[in-house]
């Protein structure tokens, strides 16, 4: 991510190669090994980096999930909003 979050903190594909922001499907982050393209995604390896997101998320009014292990969660496979 760049920038801070008082300045719209924005997620491009420049941002982090570790996590693209499109198209990145739920396949590989359940248990159940389904789920289809996020609208956008990213993949904070930090407390800190997670915390930018959700306040830079919630500024611009980006609806978010935060999935945590992945566990008894299902994902449709075709394109949802928000998964």
Known sequence: MA???????????????RSPPHGRTAR????FRIGGPADLFYEP???DELARAVLA????GIPFFLL???ANI???TAASAGW
Do not use: D, H, K
């Open 28 to 31: 590989p982050y359940t248990t």
């Open 3 to 17: 920038g801070e979050a008082g300045q719209g903190v924005r997620v491009s594909a420049a941002s982090s190669a």
């Open 57 to 60: 998320a919630r500024e611009l």
């Open 45 to 47: 390896t930090t407390a």
């Open 74 to 76: 299902l994902v449709a």
């Open 68 to 70: 945590g292990v992945g």
